[in-house]
């Protein structure tokens, strides 16, 4: 190991010391400004205590936004403005239409399928007694690394020659009805379900948990009244529970549709994007990594712009309930 | 229900009879949904579980025979993939790295956003609204969005390929979420407290360090769950910044390692445990704060 030992310094000093630095700037900010005038004071203080956040969030993310924008509309030596030539760039080339349609492949997917599942599966664990056990088990992808998940796929989707032993737990059990081994993660036509998959897996127990949450909210009193009036199971379902559950669905669904348009990691460790499995973000990181610095910055935003509707929709939503406070 | 009630009263034979095949008819109209509840279970758990066992079989074993042949005997069960990953250059430096990123990281970008976060919830301030609608906004800006700049940044500034870059990128990436969350928590914890220790002669400081921080722990201790396991775990963003440097984390190695290594992968089985083995640990030890510091991103926006 060749862990140097000012390193460890170094973190142990940063985590004695920027709480300390920040204890000092609190207590040592607050005497100035209480010797101020009045007036000043309560000018002054608010912007003294959300400066720390406010300049974060302005040097890591308010800038580089904007400045991504401009980097898009620029060449890569940024000395000259060069129009949309990079974001015609992405329309137009094979490899990233690619990365855009395989994105939309995950924005459907991905999203109905993982809260449909948490719907589904928090619906029918409401009604057995082994519930807890159960959701333990459905949420346990939940803290696994996508890197550590794409292992563990990586292993499930293991391919060998059809007439050799088949390692892989799917091909393995293809082979006990007859049928050929699959190369899931080669073979085009399998190969994007099969991340998409890997995707819906880790996330599943996520919607599962808030929508059950919001389930159990539901008063039972509705639910008997439903029964009594002659409802079936599925009716109960289909007419009570589900439009009950729809503004958590909606919210489920915003996060997940933000988490489909952003991934990354499944399919850089298991396919690094080959075979046609490209999504935007792995694109936008291949651009990065050749120093395509504006073709990136193009990919970025047009990876915003699809985001922006959403944004829109949280900031209503949040208007919404500052209201009600 | 009305099947178990009936049975305690007394009852001729042919009734306890009656009810018992009734219970039973019960339960077997709900065979399917245990069959079904099971399979999904089955579904969730069997990969990771396949992948432990596999990551305890030797690398011709695993060539051989699938991970579920193991589970009779003779089991063969071995470390030599363990002592594989642990040999592999950079792997034991990269453990130490991630730590090194995740417990500073996660103590800055607390620590800023606790203050912040006290600011927005109990002082007013001209363009307060604004400010904190840009920081709702913020939160669901993929931090792609954000990384060219940054990287340029880093380069200007000689931060590129050191731990601290990854401690500073991080903060400003989970800033916005946590200073929403707690900006909510702390704006719901009541008034009076504040006033009387107002009228007490107590300064925002006091307030803010003996009454506000001891009172939010509950929202900090689920939040320091999720940000440290979210940094643990982070992939994208230790790539960009550290993706060359000595001081690449757990993740990006093992993700080099797959990438690199055409045929042989298989002994990184004994790497994904180890990097998930925190993780699941924290899960499993701390469930009720786990769930509920995950579950607070649906109340957001």
């Avoid at chain 1, 900010?29 to 007036?39: A, D, M, T, W």
């Avoid at chain 1, 029964?227 to 009570?240: C, H, K, S, T, W």
């Amino acid at each position: 190991m060749v862990i140097g030992v000012d390193q460890i310094v170094i973190a142990i000093v940063a985590v004695v010391t920027i709480p300390l630095v920040l204890l000092g700037y609190i207590i040592v900010g607050e005497q100035v400004i209480e010797r101020l005038p009045e007036r000043l004071q309560t000018w002054i203080r608010p912007y003294f205590w959300a400066l720390p956040a406010i300049g974060f969030a302005g040097v890591f993310m308010v800038y580089p936004l904007l400045r991504t924008v401009v980097i898009s509309f620029r060449n890569n030596a940024d000395d000259s403005w060069v129009g949309f030539t990079n974001y015609i760039y992405f329309f137009t080339f094979p490899d990233t239409l690619t990365s855009l349609r395989n994105s939309l492949l995950w924005l459907v997917f991905y999203t109905t399928v993982s809260v449909t599942l948490g719907v589904i599966i928090a619906i029918l664990l409401d009604r057995v007694r082994y519930e807890s056990l159960a959701k333990i088990a459905i949420f346990l992808p939940v803290p696994i690394s996508a890197v550590a998940a794409s292992i563990i796929w990586k292993f499930m989707f293991d391919y060998h020659a059809p007439g050799t032993t088949q390692t892989g737990t799917l091909n393995a059990l293809l082979g006990t009805v007859g049928h050929d081994p699959v190369a899931w993660l080669v073979n085009s036509t399998t190969n994007n379900a099969a991340l998409i998959f890997v995707g819906i897996w880790s996330i599943t127990g996520f919607c599962m948990v808030i929508l059950s949450a919001s389930l159990k909210a539901i008063s039972s009193e509705v639910l008997e009244a439903a029964r009594m009036d002659g409802a079936n199971e599925f009716q109960i379902v289909r007419l009570v529970v589900t439009p009950l559950l729809w503004p958590t669905i909606t919210v489920v669904g915003t996060t997940m549709i933000i988490n489909a348009l952003k991934t990354f990691d499944i399919v850089y460790v298991l396919t690094a994007g080959a075979y046609d499995t490209d999504v935007i973000a792995t694109q936008m990181f291949s651009q990065l990594a050749h120093a395509h610095y504006s073709r990136a910055a193009a990919v970025g935003v047009v990876l915003f712009a699809a985001i922006v509707p959403l944004l829109i929709v949280n900031i209503r939503r949040f208007q919404q309930q500052e209201e009600q406070r | 229900m009305s099947g178990v009630q009936a049975t305690t009263r007394e009852m001729a034979p042919t009734v306890v009879a009656v009810s018992f095949l009734d219970r039973w008819g019960h339960q077997l109209q709900r065979l399917p949904l245990h069959v079904v509840i099971i399979v999904f279970c089955l579904i969730w758990i069997v990969p990771t579980i396949g992948m432990i066992v596999n990551s305890f079989r030797s690398l011709g074993d695993m060539g051989n025979a699938g991970w579920w042949t193991t589970l009779f005997p003779p089991h063969g069960f071995t470390f030599a993939s363990y002592q594989q990953v642990l040999n592999t250059e950079g792997v034991g430096t990269s453990i130490v790295s991630s730590i090194l990123i995740t417990i500073p990281a996660t103590v800055i970008q607390l620590a800023i956003a606790t203050m912040g976060a006290y600011a927005f919830a109990w002082m007013n301030f001209p363009g307060k609204n604004i400010f904190f609608i840009v920081i709702v906004g913020l939160m669901v800006v993929p931090i792609q969005m954000t990384l060219i700049p940054v990287l340029q940044f880093f380069k200007a500034t000689g931060l590129n390929g050191t731990i601290a870059s990854v401690w500073l990128a991080h903060s400003g990436y989970g800033l916005p979420f946590e200073v929403f969350l707690l900006r909510n928590y702390l704006g719901g914890l009541p008034r009076e407290v504040f006033e009387s220790a107002e009228v007490d002669g107590a300064g925002h400081a006091v307030r803010f360090l003996r009454i506000a921080v001891p009172m939010t722990i509950p929202a900090i201790a689920s939040l320091t769950i999720f940000v440290f396991l979210g940094v643990w775990n982070d992939l994208l963003v230790a790539l960009t910044f550290l993706g060359t440097s000595t001081n690449r984390p757990f993740t990006v190695v093992i993700t080099q390692l797959v990438t690199s290594l055409g045929g042989g992968w298989q002994f990184l089985t004994a790497a994904a445990v180890l990097q998930m083995a925190l993780p699941l640990a924290v899960f499993i030890a701390l469930q009720r704060y786990f769930v509920r510091g995950v579950t607070a991103g649906s109340v957001k926006g």
